[in-house]
């Protein structure tokens, strides 16, 4: 048996990153109380991922050598990361209060089974065991009927960490689109960092199984768990700052859960019949439309840079199923589009106003309801196609 010697500098870095992991997970598991489950679920995340930092310690610093079992801990780890990443994007993301029970332990009936054969395949020879860690490539004939076991623990979790990346990016396309229909200020819900983070999983996920083929050691392994340790900074400290999205409510009844399934799930793409069952007619629709139209030029509520199409429907006197129905069918837009297409044009009156040209951008977009310069430009340049410099320039001109 052949093992390579690591640099003392590779071992030092996995040997930190996996103390810093247990300190993070610890932390994420004794946060603050009144944070939902996403949290806890995240702790379990980053101990998988620490776990795996320590095993490949171990194999590379020689230690597994007088402990092999513990190498079991990273195999049941590598079963961990899909389910784990998946169910954590979806707590952060429900709009209830989510709870692991049903079916949705059945996301880890992978895992049980891996955990069976795991045991099986670490109950052979220790020398058979010690000879897959550190090479293992040509030992069909050793393995026997196990040689089947080994082959489901080395390609499934590949297989698990593929599938659910992709639900992953799925479920935030959902959410995404949820939050136009609720919010007006959606830059500290918008989860992009879960998606740049998501989509730096998969870069790392598509070398893993480059480096599979190439026989899984070697510099390109190496370069992957080195990454793996500032993977687990950013997931885990991110994590811990994201804000509760939702209220987390406990779960609706049936019969609310109906009423309130419209703004759930509706995009104004999709066909009308959303709104079949609903007792809002089209005159009716039209006159809320007129009375919507006006209150947003008399009173102004788009000027508060949070507002909710709760916040909104309770000014009008009205559930916030009918005025987004109203939003998502007469007007055309989600909630987020049409609230911010009237912040935009207070701010094109702003930026045609010649007694206001001594105004910065800036100003001008916190006067209209916008909180931030980068959700402003995002804004203007949606609606108008111009950036909001461009715009001025073209007045004046």
């Known amino acids: 048996m052949n093992i390579e010697a690591p640099s003392g500098l590779y071992s030092t870095v996995l040997l930190l990153g996996t103390a810093h992991g247990t300190f993070l997970a610890f932390l994420l598991l004794n946060a603050d109380s009144n944070k939902h489950i996403a949290l806890r679920l995240l702790s379990l995340l980053t101990a998988a991922f620490t776990a795996d930092l320590l095993v490949n310690y171990l194999v590379a610093s020689g230690l597994a050598l007088y402990f092999p079992w513990i190498t079991f801990l990273e195999s049941l780890a590598e079963f961990l990361y899909g389910p784990l990443l998946y169910i ?70 590949n297989l698990l960490i593929g599938t659910y990346l992709a639900l992953g990016f799925l479920q935030l396309n959902k959410h995404s689109q949820r939050i136009r229909q609720q919010f007006s200020l959606i830059e500290n819900i918008n989860l992009d960092w879960l998606r740049y983070l998501l989509a730096g999983i998969s870069a790392l996920w598509g070398l893993h199984i480059v480096s599979l083929i190439y026989g899984g050691h070697g510099p390109v392994e190496r370069s992957l768990n080195i990454v793996i340790v500032f993977l687990v900074y950013a997931l885990g400290y991110k994590g811990l700052k994201q804000p509760i999205i939702f209220s987390q409510a406990e779960p609706e009844s049936e019969s609310t859960a109906a009423q309130q399934h419209a703004i759930r799930e509706t995009n104004p793409s999709e066909p009308i019949t959303k709104y079949e069952k609903s007792a809002l007619d089209s005159e009716l629709s039209n006159a809320l439309l007129i009375e919507l139209k006006e209150l947003m030029k008399s009173s102004q509520p788009f000027l508060n840079p949070k507002l909710t199409l709760s916040e909104l429907a309770e000014q009008m006197g009205v559930s916030s199923n009918y005025l987004s129905q109203v939003i998502n069918q007469k007007a055309q837009q989600n909630f987020f589009d049409f609230v911010n297409s009237y912040r935009v044009e207070a701010a094109k009156s702003a930026l045609e106003d010649s007694n206001q040209t001594n105004l910065n951008i800036l100003s001008i977009a916190m006067e209209s309801g916008f909180n931030s310069k980068s959700a402003f430009y995002s804004a203007f340049k949606h609606h108008t196609h111009l950036t909001p410099t461009q715009f001025r320039q073209k007045m004046q001109s």
């Open 88 to 157: 954590y994007v979806m707590a952060l993301t429900s709009e209830s209060k989510w709870k692991l029970s049903g079916r949705k332990w059945l996301h880890f009936l992978p895992t049980l089974i891996g955990a069976v054969l795991l045991i099986a395949l670490y109950a052979q020879d220790e020398t058979l065991v010690v000879e897959m860690i550190y090479g293992g490539d040509n030992l069909a004939d050793s393995l026997g009927n196990m040689w089947l076991a080994r082959q489901f623990i080395e390609y499934v979790p």
